[in-house]
């Protein structure tokens, strides 16, 4: 990867290309703000920072906004255990 990738873009990694498949591995040595995304949900949720933790170099951020629903809907008991 180029290392000369400007401070202003951010990179989203979704492993499922929108299928909600779970992330099977993480990208390491980012040094642009990195978000992962991809069947992140309340029960995995733990897993997956562990995983980004142990693997990236950088700061990042998950997105799991679809694995907190129940009926296309936000389920806050779902995100409070989260």
Not at 24 to 42: H, L
Not at 65 to 78: A, F, I, M, P, Y
Request: hydrophobic share 25%; with cysteine.
């Amino acid at each position: 990867m180029s290392t000369n990738i400007p401070n202003n873009i951010h990179f989203l990694y979704d492993s499922s290309g929108g299928r909600g498949t779970e992330i099977q591995s993480i990208e390491s040595d980012f040094k642009n703000y990195t978000g992962y995304s991809g069947g992140i949900n309340d029960e995995n949720i733990s897993y997956i920072c562990e995983l980004i933790t142990n693997s990236s170099g950088g700061t990042v951020w998950v997105d799991m906004e679809s694995g907190v629903r129940t009926d296309n809907r936000l389920d806050l008991k779902k995100v409070e255990k989260s």
